[in-house]
């Protein structure tokens, strides 16, 4: 099948690139074919974000979003900001907060209903959508250029022969293809290092976001109330932080972000998250509700100094999947969609002056460096490695950081996520509660709930590049620590017919948050698409 653009990804960036694409066509009277590839069961689908949204970007490129009933309901009416002891919480008044944590003028929504309502705005315009196919491939030129996609084979068994219901996957052929596929995306990394897109740049880390929905009672819903905290039950050493928005009809969003970089392996992220639920400034919002969904995804942290180079031939990196997160605002889905409508517009002027696609879009990469991404993103550029030094040192250079706007005279680098363990005998074991089945609950429950369905009788997608690795090296020196960073129960360690270790991977749980393909020590484990349709299914996150 053959395109002008081919899209590969239906979140935030790769939907604004499709519209602004369609609609610079249609003001300049130029034809141009545009479709997106979602492997998700159904657009948003896969999203999940916090969410508080800032409407910069949506102002820009759907004046009108008002008139067209964009499902942002909910306006932020007030700001909390908590340090939380184990039993007790500090207000942080609100004065003192630099003006980049404040969140007037922005609203409280789930950004999977908002991509769902991007990908109607698209679709009539002319985008053609494919939610259900999933990009497994880059395609190439003799001479090197990107030239497209080819989805995944469906129906083939665990054995690798084709079932009854096979059917081949497809190629997508472009004169651009522009990576979408958010954080970690397989696709973008295999871009990333064909073209050596990361020379120069910082490496990339990662935080990995735990979310919860619940419905509450009337009386205790606050609409458009937002609550951050930091503390416990985090050392001062791991940083991260909670989240906690009351939406519209009686809904709040609950959620816990832990850096990548944490060093003990003892720690999962999954029942801190838990854990924390239990301290009285939240649950005191959660008390006689009910848990109605759950997910888990990767966030980019790295900000300014780790973003690659975001060209090559035949196409560009947009949104996550080149990372434009503002860690101290805790937003990116504003500078996402910005990213797409930047790439959009250098790919239509190459097209519209008649480029096959061996042009490379430099364009983007110019208009970028003089957008508003780039200056908010370099005004806050060492507000996240600032916390290797602690937490009270990773506050103050925040606030000199945030207060002065960047003006601080150095840039400082990261470090890999998957190098900072230390081994399990340097650390303390820690004791998690059981959970109690009313705030704080088990991995199977909230998987379940969390929608996720995969064909059992397909190749596993989360693929090991030695499989003596998580015997002889992870268990070994840091007591399996996949067991306890994945979110969703996917890796176990089981005794075979003998009695000795081995590592068994429950594929059909993934949540596709991409922890283990960030956080495993020996970068052993390889994420690849699953076959189309399969993951979570998401509703209202």
Not at 120 to 140: C, D, H, R, S, T
Not at 402 to 426: C, E, M, V
Not at 439 to 453: A, G, H, M, Q, R
């Amino acid at each position: 099948m053959e395109y002008d653009v081919v899209i590969v990804g239906a979140g935030p960036s790769g939907l604004a690139a499709a519209i602004k694409l369609k609609q610079l066509a249609a003001a300049n009277d130029h034809e141009i074919s545009v479709t997106v590839l979602e492997k998700g069961s159904e657009v948003g689908a896969h999203i999940l974000s916090g969410a508080v949204f800032e409407p910069q970007a949506l102002n820009e490129l759907i004046p009108d979003w008002k008139e067209k009933e964009a499902p942002l309901n909910t306006l932020v009416q007030k700001d909390k900001f908590l340090f939380l002891t184990r039993a007790g919480a500090f207000k942080l008044p609100n004065f003192l907060l630099p003006p980049q944590m404040h969140n007037k003028g922005n609203y409280i929504i789930s950004l999977g209903n908002l991509c769902r309502w991007l990908a109607v705005q698209a679709e009539e315009l002319g985008v053609e959508i494919y939610p259900g196919f999933a990009a497994k491939e880059v395609l190439y030129h003799d001479d090197g250029r990107v030239k497209g996609v080819a989805t995944g084979d469906m129906g083939i068994a665990k054995d690798g022969s084709q079932k009854a219901t096979f059917e081949p996957g497809i190629e997508l052929h472009a004169k651009y293809t522009l990576f979408a596929e958010g954080v970690r995306g397989s696709l973008s990394q295999q871009v990333m290092a064909k073209f050596d897109l990361r020379a120069g740049a910082a490496p990339q880390t990662y935080g990995i976001g735990i979310k919860e929905l619940w419905q509450i009672d009337a009386a205790q819903h606050r609409a458009g109330l937002v609550q951050h905290s930091f503390g416990w039950p985090l050392d001062t050493k791991t940083y991260g932080g909670t989240f906690l928005y009351h939406l519209e009809e009686d809904l709040v969003a609950v959620g816990l972000v832990i850096a990548l970089d944490y060093t003990n392996p003892y720690l999962s992220p999954f029942d801190e998250f838990q854990r924390v639920k239990t301290h009285p400034s939240i649950a005191a919002h959660l008390k006689g509700g009910k848990r109605i969904a759950y997910g888990a995804r990767a966030i980019n942290e790295g900000g300014f100094q780790s973003i690659p180079k975001l060209t090559f031939p035949g196409g560009a990196l947009i949104g996550c999947s080149a990372g434009f997160v503002n860690v101290p605002k805790i937003k990116g889905s504003h500078n996402a969609i910005k990213s797409g409508m930047l790439a959009a517009e250098a790919a239509f002027d190459s097209l519209r002056g008649g480029s096959d696609g061996q042009e490379e879009l430099i364009g983007y990469a110019k208009a970028f460096k003089r957008s508003w991404i780039y200056k908010e993103l370099k005004e806050v550029r060492n507000c996240r490695p600032a916390f290797r030094w602690g937490l009270l040192a990773g506050t103050l250079i925040n606030g000199l950081e945030l207060w002065t706007r960047g003006l601080l005279p150095w840039t400082l680098g990261h470090h890999d996520d998957h190098k900072s363990l230390k081994p399990a005998a340097k650390c303390r074991k820690i004791d998690y509660p059981k959970p109690d089945g009313v705030l704080s609950f088990d991995k199977p429950s909230s998987v379940f709930i969390s929608n996720t369905n995969h064909e059992e009788d397909q190749p596993v997608h989360l693929q090991l590049r030695d499989e003596s690795i998580p015997i002889d090296h992870n268990l070994a020196l840091y007591d399996a620590p996949e067991q306890r960073y994945c979110p969703a129960g996917v890796y176990e360690i089981i005794e075979d017919e003998g009695g000795a270790p081995e590592l068994q991977i429950n594929a059909q749980n993934c949540v596709h948050c991409k922890t283990c393909d960030i956080k495993d020590p020996r970068q052993n484990i390889d994420w690849t698409v699953p076959e189309g349709g399969g993951g979570p299914n998401y509703p209202n996150m």
